[in-house]
């Protein structure tokens, strides 16, 4: 089983659509939770990062933790064509000492199209 | 501008033969990292480096080497030893909060 699961879809939707992405973990040690936007054949971009349980708001994006289901979401409002791209979530764990190291671990990423 | 660059966009390689690929970066960032992405996969992490002079494996270490002999810069060998090179290969750095990784633009990988 792996440590970070995320359905890689695709993802269809019209524009306006609210979409939600998810991951779902295995390991309790993962602290750090965050999304990535990669556009086709560049490098991702970071979105969103979150530490706590709870919902975390930016713009048209809410990023959203429930450590006790172990369960990640991201949720785009009014969504465009120009977010069409591969959404990635990623998540770290807190070593002794309290640092991560920044090794993360990525899910599989979702290809969301939204189309006019 | 900061950011990171990598290069070549694309890269061949014959069998047998060692290629580098190159990533700089200028934001004056202590920590860098080397991820190779596949279809349909995430990222995963080859090796990373936390100061100059020092580096760790990652998750898929074998057939790949590096070197961090300045703070800016953090090659990755492919050897001939890594029997399936052909991947996206990105590179990115990060700066005390570790977890907020700044990505390059990635060096496209094909084997002759």
């Known amino acids: 089983q792996k440590e970070v699961e995320q359905d890689p879809g695709p993802l269809s939707v019209p524009e306006g659509a609210i979409v939600s992405l998810n991951c779902t973990y295995s390991?309790?040690?993962?602290?750090?939770f965050m999304w990535y936007r990669q556009y086709s054949r560049k490098g991702p971009e970071l979105l969103m990062y979150t530490y706590s349980s709870g919902n975390k708001e930016d713009g048209r994006f809410t990023a959203q933790v429930d450590k006790s289901s172990k369960y990640i979401s991201l949720f785009i409002r009014d969504s465009q064509p120009s977010d069409s791209a591969t959404y990635l979530c990623a998540m770290s764990a807190v070593h002794a000492g309290g640092t991560s190291y920044g090794k993360l671990t990525f899910g599989q990423g979702t290809i969301l199209t939204v189309h006019p | 501008d900061g950011g990171i660059t990598q290069s070549p966009k694309y890269l061949f390689r014959k069998e047998g033969q060692n290629v580098t690929l190159s990533c700089e970066q200028n934001l004056n960032h202590d920590a860098m990292y080397w991820y190779r992405q596949d279809p349909g996969q995430g990222l995963r992490l080859i090796y990373y480096s936390q100061i100059v002079n020092d580096f760790q494996k990652g998750d898929i270490a074998e057939g790949y080497s590096v070197s961090r002999e300045k703070k800016e810069s953090f090659p990755l060998t492919v050897t001939s030893a890594q029997k399936n090179p052909t991947a996206f290969y990105l590179c990115a750095s990060s700066q005390g909060d570790r977890e907020t990784q700044y990505f390059g633009p990635g060096t496209r990988l094909l084997v002759l």
């Open positions: 390991n309790s040690a993962f602290q750090y």
